[in-house]
């Protein structure tokens, strides 16, 4: 596969975690890279963006402030950190490629990783 997501799991409210994703193959890293995330019964819906060189980003106003997305080209990964979590944060979440402007879909898919934020 050509992203793998790693790192999710349970979080208490108010805690943080921290995505990762590893791409594959050298084009990867001239693509605009982010991470979208689906909620049952709903859409879904990019929660960051990052252009090829790190330089341009795009956050939505409903994570704004809270997460924060990265990347390294040199190891083939980005990340999304994501802080002060709320249960509606709750979803799978996946890394997503060659997505133009930024925040739209790109045709590659990671497989998705489970968020879950509960006392």
């Known amino acids: 596969a050509p992203l793998v997501e790693s790192g999710g799991g349970l979080v208490q409210p108010g805690g943080s975690l921290r995505l990762s994703c590893e791409f594959s193959?050298?084009?990867?890293?001239?693509?605009?890279l982010a991470w979208f995330r689906q909620a049952p019964g709903k859409e879904r819906e990019c929660v960051a963006a990052i252009n090829w060189s790190g330089v341009g980003t795009y956050y939505p106003d409903s994570v704004k402030g809270r997460f924060n997305i990265s990347r390294d080209n040199a190891k083939n990964m980005v990340y999304l950190q994501m802080d002060s979590l709320k249960p509606e944060d709750t979803a799978v979440y996946y890394c997503?490629?060659?997505?133009?402007?930024?925040?739209?879909?790109?045709?590659?898919w990671g497989q998705g990783t489970q968020v879950t934020v509960s006392s």
């Open positions: 193959g050298r084009i990867f890293s001239s693509y605009a």
């Open positions: 997503n490629a060659d997505g133009e402007p930024l925040g739209a879909a790109g045709a590659y």
